[in-house]
């Protein structure tokens, strides 16, 4: 059975996730690109899944970094 790029990218985030869920984006593209999802770039791809994933920039370190989580189920 084939694994969709929604369920790696489910994965990814899961492997990922530390504080709330949270899971640094970098760490994510490099599961991602391990798993040969191909993507042009990182957050493009991910707002494809915004019904699933939400994405939060920390500005106050430099460069910014973002993080995403998966949507908390209602």
């Not at 530390?18 to 791809?45: D, H, P």
């Not at 707002?47 to 189920?73: K, T, W």
């Amino acid at each position: 059975m084939e694994t969709s790029d929604k369920d790696v990218l489910m994965e990814a985030i899961t492997d990922c996730a530390k504080t709330e869920g949270w899971a640094n984006l970098a760490e994510v593209g490099v599961i991602l690109r391990e798993k040969n999802i191909k993507y042009g770039k990182l957050s493009k791809f991910i707002l494809n899944f915004s019904d699933i994933v939400e994405i939060r920039i920390d500005d106050s370190r430099q460069p910014p970094v973002a993080y995403a989580r998966l949507v908390p189920a209602p």
